[in-house]
């Protein structure tokens, strides 16, 4: 519900005045337009059952937005959110979840194999803030990960699903904190240090003028 939110103020930057934000909305349409298809068509596939076929659409959009990723990687905090990495970081926490829904994961080996694959949420994470400096994406990740562990934690108290689910949430959680700390109150993030090189760039213009 969060994220439709955001994509209202997305949608809204479309139309703006100001040309910067306007063209940095229209670039990442045509991937808005697909994202918002495949998740609908999931949804409904979901609700009938038809898991093998969900999971064939979250990994195409999983493939559209990691497209539009390496695309557009340091678009604007209000488009990137809503549009970029928000819808990333859910549909790769969904693939998973509606995997162990398709093949049934209530046995001890599928609950053995789902203890490993959880670790691919961390892993994922850690990836975007090393190689992208993104604390959006660890941030999100965050806040999936708290979800499956609680909605583990109310299916069976004694298990490890949940315990790995809250380590890899507070594991992010920090490291997220770690690499967000720099942007927010300094001007060490990517976009700051782009902008600093696009000033150095004209100031030799402005020194002979």
């Known amino acids: 519900v969060i994220l439709y939110i955001f994509q209202g103020g997305y949608i809204w930057h479309l139309f703006s005045e100001n040309p910067s934000w306007?063209?940095?909305?229209?670039n990442v349409g045509s991937h808005f337009i697909f994202n918002n298809i495949f998740h609908a068509a999931f949804v409904i596939l979901w609700v009938y059952g038809r898991f093998w076929i969900a999971e064939l659409l979250l990994v195409l959009n999983f493939l559209n937005l990691v497209a539009l990723y390496l695309r557009y990687p340091t678009t604007p905090r209000f488009i990137h959110i809503p549009v970029v990495s928000g819808p990333l970081a859910w549909t790769f926490v969904a693939i998973f979840w509606n995997g162990a829904a398709m093949v049934g994961a209530h046995n001890t080996p599928a609950r053995i194999l789902a203890n490993i694959v959880i670790w691919a949420i961390l892993v994922f994470g850690l990836l975007f803030l090393v190689a992208f400096k993104d604390y959006t994406i660890g941030f999100e990740l965050s806040i999936l990960s708290t979800s499956l562990a609680v909605h583990q934690l109310g299916i069976k108290?004694?298990?490890?699903?949940?315990?790995?689910?809250?380590?890899?949430?507070?594991?992010?959680?920090?490291a997220t904190l770690v690499f967000a700390a720099p942007e927010v109150f300094g001007d060490k993030g990517p976009r700051s240090q782009g902008g600093a090189g696009e000033d150095r760039e004209r100031q030799p213009l402005l020194n002979d003028e």
């Open 22 to 26: 306007s063209n940095a909305a229209g």
């Open 157 to 174: 108290i004694i298990a490890l699903q949940w315990i790995f689910a809250f380590v890899i949430m507070a594991v992010l959680f920090l």
